[in-house]
């Protein structure tokens, strides 16, 4: 291969670049960002960067004095808006062709939009770097004037947010559409134990409450749900999860279905492999299509895709990972491995879960399948491993301590 492009500047694609270089590929590399900025960090957008507690650089993934190092040709500012997989080439900005021998979609995830939101200063999505510091910037104002932040969804991005602007001071409440927050993805019994964390921190949680639109002058003021109240709001932020971003591939010919499909191995086409949030792939571990929207994920899937692409297809390694993320709320630190459904096997197999200091894992058809923690990073360190090995729920409890 003489060039390799690859689509998306942020961890997932600054990986797969950097393991090309890593593994021996000499040839041209074409690194393709939307956005202006070097590559960086995501998690501490709705924490520590949010809090104020570190700066913008600080979050870099790339220090300015290794961008010569890496010997990539660096397009920042720029969109792919289109690709032809025949003829070999990415479509930059409507216009440029970018001809490649390999080709890696790495173009990650867009914050999703709530419908029919008003040009109103004050709301807010969070998913760049330019979107944390202006809600920093809203954040300080409120807090300043002790207003009221409003989150619009409970999930784990949304739940960071409400908990950053807690700790700050700002006044804060979370609207959240389902009856539990997180129940589709951790269970009613989980989901209810991330739940109680906002309510004893003082942070005003309602469930069901549906948004039907906002009110305001020049500046949001308040939020309106479907049951007619309104909650007064000096800052919005949305965080109602996010869709991959797939639109400038929909004349590709690549097969897309909530993400670039791919194989065990990450290959959406001969020469093309996708990474992060927007691949969807083949997992064998768990028998089953995954698409992963968490950090360890971009940064492994990234370094699997490049080794992938240099393999080819038929030599190529199936990726197969036990997803990992972590999630830090008030005092608590949150850790998942593995994959959980709602209708899962739950047992607690370690603390409590009032005490918030346990670890409770999930199995499906009498397998272990995955394991969620509070505050118990050391309990929960001996699950990652087991998952991986297949074993049945009572076959990994008699090997993990307690």
């Given at each position: ?14 990986r ?5 270089r890593?593994?021996?590929?000499d ?7 939307a ?18 507690r570190?700066?913008a ?8 004095d ?8 660096w ?6 808006t289109?690709l ?11 216009s ?11 173009t ?12 109103l ?11 944390c510091l ?31 602007s807690?700790?700050?001071?700002a006044?804060?409440t979370?609207?959240?559409a389902?009856a ?17 964390l906002?309510?004893d ?8 409450a549906?948004v039907s639109g906002?009110?305001?002058q ?17 800052l919005?932020v ?8 797939t639109?400038?591939?929909?004349s ?5 279905d ?6 065990s ?19 064998p ?11 360890t ?5 990234g ?25 830090d709320?008030?005092?608590v630190k949150?850790?998942f491995?593995?994959?959980a ?5 739950l ?5 409590s879960?009032?005490d ?11 397998r272990?399948?995955?394991?969620l923690?509070f ?23 008699a090997?993990?301590?307690?």
């Amino acid at each position: 291969m003489r060039t390799v492009v690859v689509v998306g500047a942020s961890l997932a694609g600054l990986r797969a670049a950097e393991t090309l270089r890593q593994d021996g590929y000499d040839g041209r590399l074409v690194l393709i960002g939307a956005e202006e900025h070097l590559p960086y960090d995501r998690p501490p957008l709705s924490k520590q960067l949010l809090a104020g507690r570190v700066e913008a650089d600080q979050v870099s993934l790339c220090a300015a004095d290794r961008v010569e190092d890496l010997d990539f040709d660096w397009q920042l500012g720029r969109q792919a808006t289109a690709l032809n997989v025949d003829a070999h080439h990415v479509v930059v900005d409507d216009s440029e062709r970018v001809d490649f021998d390999g080709l890696v979609i790495a173009t990650g995830a867009s914050a999703r939009h709530l419908p029919g939101v008003p040009p109103l200063d004050g709301i807010h999505l969070l998913r760049t770097l330019d979107d944390c510091l202006a809600i920093r910037a809203g954040l300080e104002r409120v807090v300043a004037g002790r207003g009221r932040v409003v989150v619009v969804g409970a999930g784990f991005i949304g739940s960071e947010v409400a908990a950053t602007s807690h700790s700050a001071g700002a006044q804060v409440t979370v609207l959240e559409a389902l009856a539990t927050p997180l129940s589709k993805a951790l269970g009613e019994e989980m989901g209810a134990a991330c739940a109680s964390l906002h309510h004893d921190n003082g942070v005003d949680l309602r469930t069901g409450a549906g948004v039907s639109g906002f009110h305001g002058q020049h500046r949001v003021e308040g939020v309106l749900l479907h049951d007619g109240t309104t909650v007064e709001a000096d800052l919005v932020v949305v965080g109602v999860g996010v869709a991959p971003n797939t639109g400038w591939l929909e004349s590709s010919g690549l097969k897309l279905d909530n993400g670039v499909v791919c194989d065990s191995t990450g290959h959406a086409a001969p020469g093309v492999v996708a990474a992060g949030d927007v691949a969807r792939w083949h997992n064998p571990l768990f028998e089953t299509d995954m698409r992963v929207e968490h950090w360890t994920n971009a940064a492994e899937g990234g370094i699997a895709a490049a080794r992938a692409l240099l393999a080819g297809p038929e030599k190529a390694e199936p990726y197969a990972p036990v997803p990992y993320f972590w999630s830090d709320q008030y005092d608590v630190k949150i850790q998942f491995c593995g994959r959980a459904r709602p209708d899962d096997e739950l047992r607690v197999v370690h603390g409590s879960v009032a005490d918030r200091d346990f670890v409770a894992a999930f199995a499906r058809h009498g397998r272990l399948t995955g394991a969620l923690a509070f505050n118990a990073g050391r309990e929960f360190a001996g699950y990652q491993r087991p998952i991986a090995r297949r074993p049945s729920l009572e076959e990994a409890m008699a090997h993990i301590p307690a």
